[in-house]
């Protein structure tokens, strides 16, 4: 079983619809979680961290972790064309562990 | 924001070749670096971390002889793909953190990466 598991997608939305990404992970020890979003051909760019429970919002961007149900999500309202990318879930201990990454396609 | 660069973004090499990729940070001291890869739609995977002054610590299954990589300032890594086959080509990607490992710093930058195709 892998430490965190996400749905490689792809998803494919209209332009305006709320979008949710989704992880799971299996490492009670994590602390902090993070969302990073990764346009093709380039380097991860962070999007949002949470520290333990509860939620944090910015923007568009919602980001939730329930580490009772070792369960993180990240809502994007009013998907925008530009928001299409691939996101990838991270949490942390010491070391970064990474999800495999969810391709969105937001469409106009 | 804090920026990492790396060079060259793309480079093709010969099979029995090395490669050496640079990763900077541009404006901040970075004392622990790191070095991820990935597979097209896969994701990224840990290969070392480095901090400055010190060897590397590779993660398990990665060939240190084979990635060599030197931390010798705290603002630039390299990477150097020994004997490089075609198994190797990937995409590389390095990543900085300002303050001591020990710390509970979550601000990890990453640069642009660098696509490597050994032909």
């Known amino acids: 079983q892998k430490e965190v598991e996400q749905d490689p997608g792809p998803l494919s939305v209209p332009e305006g619809a709320i979008v949710s990404l989704n992880c799971t992970y299996s490492n009670s020890a994590f602390q902090y979680f993070m969302w990073y979003r990764q346009y093709s051909r380039k380097g991860p760019e962070l999007l949002m961290y949470?520290?333990?429970?509860g939620n944090k919002e910015d923007g568009r961007f919602t980001a939730q972790v329930d580490k009772s149900s070792k369960y993180i999500s990240l809502f994007i309202r009013d998907s925008q064309p530009s928001d299409s990318a691939t996101y990838l879930c991270?949490?942390?201990?010491?070391?970064?562990?990474f999800g495999q990454g969810t391709e969105l396609s937001v469409k106009p | 924001g804090a920026v990492v660069s790396q060079h060259p973004s793309r480079v093709i090499c010969k099979s029995g070749t090395s490669v050496k990729i640079e990763c900077r940070s541009l404006?901040?001291?970075?004392?622990?670096m790191f070095w991820y890869r990935q597979f097209p739609k896969q994701s990224l995977m840990l290969m070392a971390t480095s901090n400055e002054g010190s060897k590397a610590t590779y993660e398990q299954g990665v060939e240190k002889d084979k990635f060599l990589i030197n931390h010798a300032s705290l603002t630039l890594s390299t990477l150097t793909v020994t004997s490089a086959h075609p198994e190797d080509s990937s995409f590389y990607i390095c990543?900085?953190?300002?303050?001591?490992?020990?710390?509970?710093?979550?601000?990890?930058?990453f640069g642009p990466g660098t696509r490597l195709t050994v032909t």
């Open positions: 404006d901040f001291q970075a004392t622990t």
């Open positions: 991270a949490m942390r201990t010491g070391k970064l562990i």
């Open positions: 949470t520290y333990s429970s």
């Open positions: 990543s900085a953190r300002a303050g001591a490992s020990g710390q509970s710093s979550y601000e990890q930058y």
